[in-house]
């Protein structure tokens, strides 16, 4: 059990210093504030969501995540724009990250729709805490002669400055979005010559609404990541029964498939849910699948009184 664990450490180091340090979720077209703070705000209304994930069943010490965000149309003498406060918090394996960020965006009607300039300043605690494992015997090294490691236990951590920009273009049929995270890539020292850093990121998302019939919709969507050296995309599609209910299956390539439904309760709750069933390749059947569970509350800006939610929540 214990090698276990420093097997499933190990592989999120290594997740964490490349390409998929950013966490992962099934349920991003609900999820846009946790990576773009152009988003702020862009409802016309207060919004308060969150989204809980559990990867991994079969393994120990497997990713655990958390993404908590508020954000409300905000007016500053003639100028419409937007704020709010992304939270989230990461485990794998020795590493757990914190991450809170606070988010400005300035709004810009257009004739095709309504286009938002975001920026975001905050911050990142990065801990890692745990016992490596090496296999014993010729061609290992053990941690106490590793100076990277510098011990045969890891116990460091860190509050990084972080900032990131974003654009946003949304109207009543569709949305864009366009997103680029840690600027200053923050770093931080393990042992005695380990280093860690975030890459920056890129993000770009984007869905359409295909009406059907007066009950029925289709929304397809798609949503890419990358750090310039890897790039990863999932693809889904809902259909969406008067426009309450929906369900719906998306394909993140060489990783999973998703299965997805939700609807929306009285007093503008949106619930949803979807489980990953892992597809790759020698891995798959090893490591189970993943559960997700996300909740939005749009409520008006006056005390008591909800105003009407933007047509398309479900993206948004």
């Given at each position: 059990?214990?090698?276990?664990?420093?097997?499933?450490?190990?592989?999120?180091?290594?997740?964490?210093?490349?390409?998929?340090?950013?966490?992962?979720?099934?349920?991003?077209?609900?999820?846009?504030?946790?990576?773009?703070?152009?988003?702020?705000?862009?409802?016309?209304?207060?919004?308060?969501?969150?989204?809980?994930?559990?990867?991994?069943?079969?393994?120990?010490?497997?990713?655990?995540?958390?993404?908590?965000?508020?954000?409300?149309?905000?007016?500053?003498?003639?100028?419409?724009?937007?704020?709010?406060?992304?939270?989230?918090?990461?485990?794998?394996?020795?590493?757990?990250?914190?991450?809170?960020?606070?988010?400005?965006?300035?709004?810009?009607?257009?004739?095709?729709?309504?286009?938002?300039?975001?920026?975001?300043?905050?911050?990142?605690?990065?801990?890692i805490e745990g016992e490596y494992y090496i296999p014993g015997g010729e061609?290992?090294?053990?941690?106490?002669?590793?100076?990277?490691?510098?011990?045969?236990?890891?116990?460091?951590?860190?509050?990084?400055?972080?900032?990131?920009?974003?654009?946003?273009?949304?109207?009543?049929?569709?949305?864009?979005?366009?997103?680029?995270?840690?600027?200053?890539?923050?770093?931080?020292?393990?042992?005695?010559?380990?280093?860690?850093?975030?890459?920056?990121?890129?993000?770009?998302?984007?869905?359409?609404?295909?009406?059907?019939?007066?009950?029925?919709?289709?929304?397809?969507?798609?949503?890419?990541?990358?750090?310039?050296?890897d790039w990863q995309y999932s693809v889904n599609a809902h259909l969406l029964?008067?426009?309450?209910?929906?369900?719906?299956?998306?394909?993140?390539?060489?990783?999973?498939?998703?299965?997805?439904?939700?609807?929306?309760?009285?007093?503008?709750?949106?619930?949803?849910?979807?489980?990953?069933?892992?597809?790759?390749?020698?891995?798959?059947?090893?490591?189970?699948?993943?559960?997700?569970?996300?909740?939005?509350?749009?409520?008006?800006?006056?005390?008591?009184?909800?105003?009407?939610?933007?047509?398309?929540?479900?993206?948004?």
């Open positions: 059990m214990r090698r276990s664990l420093m097997i499933v450490a190990f592989g999120a180091m290594s997740f964490i210093a490349n390409a998929q340090q950013e966490s992962q979720f099934s349920q991003n077209m609900y999820n846009h504030m946790t990576v773009n703070p152009a988003f702020a705000g862009i409802r016309g209304n207060w919004a308060v969501s969150g989204i809980y994930r559990n990867a991994w069943q079969k393994m120990e010490g497997a990713p655990e995540t958390y993404a908590f965000n508020v954000d409300a149309p905000l007016r500053i003498k003639n100028v419409d724009g937007g704020a709010g406060i992304s939270l989230l918090s990461d485990k794998w394996g020795m590493i757990t990250n914190l991450r809170m960020m606070l988010n400005y965006s300035y709004k810009c009607t257009l004739s095709f729709g309504v286009l938002n300039v975001g920026a975001r300043i905050g911050m990142i605690n990065t801990k061609g290992f090294t053990s941690p106490e002669d590793d100076p990277a490691l510098n011990g045969g236990r890891v116990d460091v951590s860190k509050i990084m400055f972080d900032a990131g920009i974003g654009v946003f273009l949304s109207a009543d049929k569709y949305y864009a979005g366009v997103s680029l995270d840690h600027l200053p890539k923050p770093d931080m020292t393990i042992g005695s010559t380990g280093k860690m850093f975030w890459n920056r990121n890129l993000f770009l998302t984007g869905g359409y609404t295909i009406t059907l019939s007066p009950v029925f919709d289709v929304q397809p969507s798609v949503f890419v990541k990358t750090d310039f050296s029964f008067k426009k309450i209910y929906w369900g719906g299956v998306a394909y993140r390539a060489k990783d999973a498939v998703a299965f997805l439904g939700g609807l929306e309760l009285k007093n503008g709750i949106l619930v949803g849910y979807s489980y990953d069933l892992n597809i790759a390749s020698n891995v798959g059947s090893h490591i189970g699948g993943s559960h997700e569970v996300s909740l939005t509350y749009c409520f008006g800006l006056s005390l008591g009184k909800r105003e009407k939610i933007y047509k398309s929540v479900r993206f948004l």
